[in-house]
């Protein structure tokens, strides 16, 4: 599962066998038994890779048909014969229907907490944290399930020290709202108040080699980080916020803490603290934000 083949360059985006792995076990989680005719899910395929992958449209045929080649998948046809190819009107045509490769149905049968582990390095191999719980949810998978979930996922090394240098270089707020929110001190029985609802974003992911340095962090709330590796929102060449145009909310809320953050400064970080890289934020453009950016309100 660490080598899935998948088409990468200079750091872009190619989760589409991923995806495909992550919703088969969601499904052999439900059903073991079950194969997924290419025609009931494409619309599901549809929608993932629209949600979760790249901005480059892909068809749901690529995965379906070239995950097979990495040993752990197998499509069949009505005619009993293999995948027809990735032409979508291909497999419909032909009845293709996929699921997990014997071995590994047999692996995941015979060690209830395999299926777990495998969705869990899925996820961190190939998506931001922030997103893990949604895509999991997406896909129908429980990571609660069996025995050993609560060990499943493990605190990767250096994310602490990371959350710790970000915070304090933006003072603790959230580099697009302002959001200071802490828990504690003196009046609570405690001393130093710890702040809540802020988490240290990779500007570039860190499973796409973004480091675990100040200059691709950033200070954001805990919604606020969820729209930033989600597409919502980014920032241009001046650290200047950026809303997609594919974003949409009629509420005094979206338009408060969305709309209107448009082509405000980046919050921070203190002086003598190294800003966001022009080189990461130009792969969160290319990689995670959504289409083009909407014109500020008096732009």
């Not at 899925?122 to 399930?145: I, K, R, W, Y």
Request: glycine residues 14%; positive net charge.
């Amino acid at each position: 599962m660490r080598t899935l083949r998948q088409w990468s360059q200079n750091g872009e985006r190619a989760p589409h066998k991923p995806l495909l792995m992550l919703y088969a076990l969601g499904r052999f989680q439900r059903a073991p038994g079950e194969a997924l005719r290419f025609t009931d899910v494409e619309a599901d395929l549809k929608r993932l890779l629209a949600e979760y992958g790249p901005r480059r449209d892909t068809s749901a045929g690529y995965p379906f048909h070239h995950l097979a080649n990495d040993g752990v998948w197998e499509v069949r046809t009505d005619s009993g014969e293999g995948s027809p190819g990735p032409a979508l009107g291909l497999l419909r045509a032909s009845g293709a229907a996929g699921r997990l490769a014997p071995g590994l149905r047999e692996a995941l049968t015979a060690d209830p907490e395999l299926l777990g582990r495998l969705a869990q390095l899925l996820l961190d191999q190939h998506f931001a944290p922030s997103l893990h719980s949604d895509l999991a949810d997406a896909v129908g998978l429980d990571l609660t399930a069996g025995e050993g979930a609560r060990g499943t996922r493990r605190i990767r090394h250096g994310a602490a020290e990371m959350r710790e240098r970000v915070l304090d270089a933006y003072e603790n707020r959230c580099a697009f709202c302002g959001f200071d929110g802490a828990l504690g001190g003196p009046g609570a029985g405690r001393g130093r108040p710890a702040p809540v609802g802020l988490e240290a974003a990779h500007v570039r992911w860190w499973a796409f080699a973004g480091p675990d340095d100040l200059g691709n962090g950033l200070c954001l709330c805990s919604l606020h980080h969820k729209l930033f590796d989600k597409g919502v929102l980014g920032l241009d060449g001046q650290r200047r916020i950026l809303v997609s145009r594919h974003f949409t909310g009629r509420s005094e809320a979206a338009h408060t803490y969305v709309l209107r953050l448009g082509g405000r400064p980046v919050l921070g970080p203190r002086a003598g603290s190294a800003p966001v890289a022009e080189e990461h934020i130009d792969w969160h453009a290319a990689q995670v934000f959504r289409g083009e950016p909407r014109v500020p309100a008096g732009g």
